[in-house]
């Protein structure tokens, strides 16, 4: 049983130099394609459900099936992590689920559309982690909004994130890890053409990094969209129009500048649905789910692998044991919010 917290998780990517992908999940096929890719290359993970797929799978359902996740590949260290909490409350029933890390995503009031105001962000974020340091849990906090709308996280508004505020935001809330908007949304449609470092900004995780060293920075929006993917939907009846993601080597230079989360759901929904899409063409008498499901993972977990290489967690699963969540609650206490556990 390798249930890790993010913050061990993290804090040991610091330490490598490396960057560790977070995988959203809905479904059986999809925990098993991240952990199949986690296994295949030896790569810690993050496994997270933003509250969509909580009311999509039932909690109890799951949690169960990330929980099996660790049960069946022992040898993978794995945080379960609640992708965009709307609200101390979604946060709460997730560390009381299981979850070893959580995010409060304080960049937006609770309608999870909302932009709200730097105070009210400091205000709940930091009553998160009071709440989940408590526990031994991790949290995530976001300044600044993303661009996109993806079913219910986002406003639609791009508001990069400050510098300056940034240092204040984490200094106020003491959390672990901070997501920075840096111009990428969520969902398939990015950018209209391939994206330069000024439309990314990445000089802004490159300040922030300057300024808070021992903060891990988070990329949201960080799927490639990569055209050979959209193709094959757009090949079998599909209609994605022309769009650009957030280029790998962009990524891999956000790790050199203390990035160690990269939040990756649209590049396994696209593999799916192309390999599904795809079987369907091939035999159109088939009707075992089976039969689709199958390339689907299979295609799921080619694009993992590909991005657990690219991020350098490849190689890194076997490097610590996990510490256990009480552990991690006294050391909170007694080392404080910004302690180091590598
Ligand atoms: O936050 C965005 C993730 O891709 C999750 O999306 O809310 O549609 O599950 P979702
Ligand atoms: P993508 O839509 O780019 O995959 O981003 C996922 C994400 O940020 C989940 O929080
Ligand atoms: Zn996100």
Known sequence: MALVTMRQLLDEAAGGGYGVGAFNVNNLEQVQAIMDAARATESPVIIQASRGARKYANDRFLYHLM????????????????????????????IELGFTSVMMDGSLMDDGKTPSDFEYNVRVT??????AHEAGVTVEGELGTLGGIEDDVGSG????????QAVEFV?????????VAI?????????TKEPDREVLAM??????????PTTHLVMHGSSSVPKELVDIINEY?????????????????????????????????????????????????????????KPAR???QEVVEARMVAFGQAGHAKDYDPIPLADMAIRYREQGHSLTVT
């Open 298 to 300: 299979a295609a799921m």
């Open 237 to 293: 009846g599909g209609k994605i129009d022309p769009t650009w993601g957030v280029p790998v080597r962009e990524i891999q230079e956000g790790i050199k500048h203390g990035v160690r989360k990269v939040n990756v759901d649209t590049d396994l929904r696209l593999a799916a649905t192309g390999a599904i899409r795809k079987a369907f063409a091939e035999d159109p008498s088939e009707f075992d789910p089976r039969y689709y499901l």
């Open 171 to 179: 200094e106020r809330t003491g959390v672990d890890a901070l997501a």
């Open 203 to 212: 000089h802004i995780i490159e300040e922030i990094n300057q300024r808070l």
């Open 157 to 164: 508004e791009v508001n990069l994130t400050d510098p300056d």
């Open 126 to 131: 930091r009553e998160v982690v009071e709440m």
């Open 67 to 94: 929980e099996a996740a660790t049960e069946v590949y022992p040898e993978i260290s794995v945080a379960l992590h609640q992708d965009h909490g709307n609200s101390p409350e979604t946060c709460r029933s997730a």
């Open 183 to 191: 111009g990428t949304s969520h969902g398939a449609y990015k950018f």
